[in-house]
């Protein structure tokens, strides 16, 4: 048995985003594996073509779809039963509806907050955090670190060396992780 994901990926990606969609599509086609198990449909794909295209790939070779989420098998069109078909489709374009108008809800909530003043541009750059009510705020542990980055710049000092005076200073990395010069280079030249 092989197993093929895209954990962490949404459906509403598009589908050329989805190593493991064409990992497991690949599986199927070559027959390494008999079918494609997912959570659920509006998972595999949010957009109704997509979602039937790959369906359509499956059963071309006659492999099989089960959704975990939907009751089981997805079988096949049938001539002899439309409404098959009909049912598995209206639930398609309802999980596609459902995403256009949370990207409509989303897209309204932040041109208010933008209005009032607040912060709308995802995660908060490199120096400050954002408060209860949206708004940045600067954050005085890394506006230090960051002081302390250009410092060391200024001076002549690498990317490299200025991870290394960091880490010796005690300077964490921002979300606990590591420091790497690609992320100390996109800080300084917000800065």
Aim: zero cysteines; proline letters at 4%; hydrophobic letters at 40%.
């Amino acid at each position: 048995m092989q197993w093929s994901a895209d954990e962490g990926i949404s459906g509403a990606n598009g589908i050329e985003t989805r190593e493991g969609l064409f990992e497991a599509l690949a599986l199927v086609k070559s027959r390494g594996a008999d079918a494609l198990v997912v959570t659920s449909l509006d998972r595999l794909a949010r957009q109704m073509t997509q979602q039937e295209g790959v369906l359509a790939e499956v059963w071309k070779v006659g492999g099989k779809v089960f959704s975990l989420g939907d009751g089981g098998e997805v079988l096949e069109d049938d001539p002899d039963d439309p409404m098959r078909t009909a049912i598995r489709q209206m639930r398609g374009v309802f999980a596609q509806l459902e995403r256009g108008l949370i990207r409509q809800r989303m897209a309204k909530g932040k041109r208010e907050k933008s209005s009032q003043g607040g912060y709308v541009g995802g995660a908060p750059p490199f120096g400050f955090t954002s408060d209860h009510q949206g708004s940045l705020v600067t954050n005085a542990q890394t506006q230090a670190t960051l002081a302390r980055m250009a410092e060391l710049r200024q001076s002549g000092e690498s990317l490299r060396g200025i991870i290394t005076a960091l880490q010796a200073e005690g300077h964490p990395a921002p979300r606990g992780g590591r420091w790497h010069p690609a992320s100390v280079a996109r800080i300084l030249a917000r800065r």
